[in-house]
């Protein structure tokens, strides 16, 4: 059954079958033909899914970030970081990587993230005289991040599907999304000096003081969501409809920029979002429940305990699949895949469970612009109209400097786990 599954769930896949359809198609043949289990089970299953308290975050977060996008958030804070580090040598190319990190933090998507920080910033960089291969690079890789920094609808989705604790996953994303962003950061001040590249004039203290008492509304969402869960105020579901109505009132009654018809539009590109990310996420259930009925975690986990005795050896192992999946799916049908596979080896290694999640996820977000095939690669070619061979070097470079960022989550845990630690 399980060979029959696999065969077809690949052959769909290259067809360029949805990932849904390829996942919940080839668990119904399999079962169907190659199995006496009942397939009335499968549709229990398909609904079972769903039927997780963690995931009622979903909607919300997304709801929440298209009215961060459409209110005026992302401008205000694209604002407040140019005034922060505009002046710095790289200070153009640093707000875009600043920028990017805080709508990650409001927007949890990695292709919006590049798209409202990239078409505002990809014209400035160019004047700012950046390549415009590095600038592409640098949009694609910034807006990874978002897959980290919390509210991550990954996160959230690595947790309703493995049970770890999404609030220690969101204050672990918090640390590793701070180490690929610095990372970032440094490079880009060695590159602008070396290129000696010309920076914006330093923001007056009034400029700064205005700059963040417009985007201040926004930046307190991060606080407002982090600091209510850890607080004991609300849960991480509970602050996903608490992010969503704040924004909704921040944009309506501060900024004063959401319209009935933005707002009719929000809704329904929200409710679109939020079907395709819970079709994905029962279709992989299905796929789960019938890999698990065959066994196939439990000999994987028997495989690597067999064969890698050492930690060290099996997180280089994890790392390079993981980076080569990322290349071809995306985050979230990535670990519904991936996570329940690879979760009980590695628990059985040793491996904390929230520091395996920040692992998985900052390969995949790697992964988001890893030539050929990133996704974030075609939302930045949508902005830049170069073709992948001149994004190249740009992709590379920041390739390389997210690499090192990756090693240092993987082989260091304390730096990206530090807030976990010491709040538990």
């Not at 980290?148 to 690595?158: A, G, K």
């Not at 900024?255 to 539009?265: A, G, H, L, N, P």
């Not at 819970?278 to 019938?290: F, N, P």
């Not at 902005?383 to 400097?401: E, H, T």
Request: glycine residues 8%; aromatic residues 10%; proline residues 4%.
């Amino acid at each position: 059954m399980i060979t029959i599954l696999l065969i077809l769930m690949i052959i769909l896949l290259f067809m360029s079958t949805p990932i849904f359809v390829a996942l919940g198609l080839s668990s119904f043949i399999a079962v169907l033909f190659a199995s006496d289990i009942q397939p009335m089970i499968l549709i229990q299953r398909l609904f079972g899914g769903l039927d997780q308290f963690a995931l009622m975050a979903l909607p919300f977060f997304i709801l929440a970030a298209n009215i961060m996008d459409v209110g005026g958030l992302s401008d205000r804070i694209l604002r407040w970081s140019r005034a922060l580090v505009g002046h710095v040598t790289g200070g153009v190319a640093m707000t875009t990587q600043v920028a990017s990190m805080f709508f990650g933090a409001l927007s949890g998507s990695s292709p919006a993230t590049v798209i409202a920080i990239g078409k505002i910033m990809y014209p400035e960089l160019l004047r700012g005289k950046y390549p415009a291969s590095f600038s592409s690079g640098l949009m694609a890789s910034a807006g990874a991040v978002s897959l980290i920094i919390p509210p991550s609808i990954t996160l959230i989705i690595f947790g309703s599907v493995t049970g770890v604790s999404i609030s220690s996953l969101f204050m672990a994303g918090i640390g590793a999304g701070l180490i690929f962003g610095i990372s970032s950061i440094i490079y880009i001040y060695f590159y602008a000096k070396k290129h000696n590249l010309p920076r914006d004039k330093r923001a007056s203290l009034r400029e700064f003081l205005l700059s963040t008492l417009s985007a201040f509304w926004a930046l307190l969402i991060p606080v407002i969501i982090l600091g209510g869960i850890y607080s004991g105020i609300f849960s991480p579901t509970e602050a996903a409809g608490v992010s969503a109505v704040y924004a909704l009132f921040v944009s309506v009654v501060i900024y004063r920029e959401m319209t009935i018809k933005k707002f009719y539009d929000v809704l329904v590109s929200s409710a679109v979002t939020t079907a395709q990310v819970l079709v994905l996420v029962s279709a992989a259930q299905i796929l789960g429940w019938v890999l698990t009925r065959g066994g196939i975690p439990q000999q994987i986990s028997a495989f690597i305990s067999e064969n890698f005795t050492s930690i060290i050896l099996f997180l280089l192992v994890l790392n390079l699949v993981l980076l080569v999946f990322g290349m071809f799916m995306e985050g979230v049908a990535a670990i519904i895949i991936m996570a329940p596979l690879v979760f009980p080896a590695a628990v059985s290694l040793g491996i904390d469970p929230v520091h395996l999640g920040i692992i998985m996820i900052s390969n995949l977000a790697i992964g988001m612009y890893t030539p050929p095939f990133g996704i974030n690669i075609f939302v930045a070619q949508s902005i830049s109209k170069i073709n992948m061979i001149q994004m190249m070097p740009g992709l590379i470079r920041f390739f390389g400097v997210n690499l090192v960022a990756l090693a240092i989550i993987t082989y260091i845990p304390d730096a990206s786990l530090f807030l976990v630690n010491i709040l538990r």
